[in-house]
């Protein structure tokens, strides 16, 4: 499969967790607070998918790649896309730190949690659009078929570091935090 497809199909997942995260801050606002176990299969999925799996693909692969063959013309680009992801990092850093608060009720880690998870969808929702259809286009472009198989091989690479069945087990996951909304 082309490499640029792969990221897209894990975009998918990623935005279809991005779905439930905005329904669970809706919730959070009306006063209908999922269960702690939401946040922390949540962090889960973002700690061990986006940021563990598929931001290794684009970070420490595609991106190196990309810069070389550019010779600093990209920079820039580059720099803002890690920075974003920089930045969600730091979003779920916070809910977390508030997780704890949040299952005993207290409303400032509550406001915290909601707060965060906020700004983390809206954040995915714009990063991922912006790579979609903006930055991946671009590296499909400036990358020769040799280049995109080379990438290919690479993110194999990854993918046996973390197992094959790693698109299916966070999938499963977000079926199952999608099921846990549900249930409330």
Same mark, same amino acid.
């Given at each position: ?48 998918? $986006?940021?563990?799996? &598929? !931001?290794?693909?684009? /970070?420490?692969?595609? @991106?190196?790649?990309?810069? #070389?063959?550019?010779?600093? +013309? ?47 969808? $809206?954040?995915?929702? &714009? !990063?991922?659009?912006? /790579?979609?259809?903006? @930055?991946?286009?671009?590296? #499909?472009?400036?990358?020769? +078929? ?39």
């Amino acid at each position: 499969m082309d490499p640029i497809e792969i990221l897209r199909n894990e975009h998918g997942l990623i935005r279809r967790f991005v779905d439930l995260l905005s329904v669970a801050v809706t919730r959070l606002e009306v006063d209908q607070p999922p269960p702690r176990a939401f946040f922390d299969d949540g962090i889960e999925f973002v700690r061990g998918f $986006s940021d563990g799996f &598929h !931001h290794k693909k684009e /970070e420490l692969v595609m @991106f190196v790649q990309l810069a #070389q063959k550019k010779n600093g +013309a990209i920079d820039g680009q580059i720099e803002a896309l890690k920075y974003q992801h920089d930045q969600g990092r730091g979003f779920i850093a916070a809910i977390a730190g508030a997780l704890d608060g949040y299952a005993d009720g207290d409303p400032n880690d509550t406001a915290v949690v909601r707060e965060n998870a906020a700004a983390f969808a $809206s954040l995915l929702k &714009h !990063h991922i659009h912006t /790579e979609d259809h903006i @930055f991946f286009p671009m590296s #499909q472009e400036a990358m020769t +078929a040799d280049e995109l198989e080379g990438l290919g091989e690479k993110f194999e690479k990854v993918q046996e570091v973390h197992g094959a069945d790693t698109f299916e087990r966070f999938h499963k996951l977000v079926i199952d935090l999608d099921a846990m909304l549900a249930e409330e």
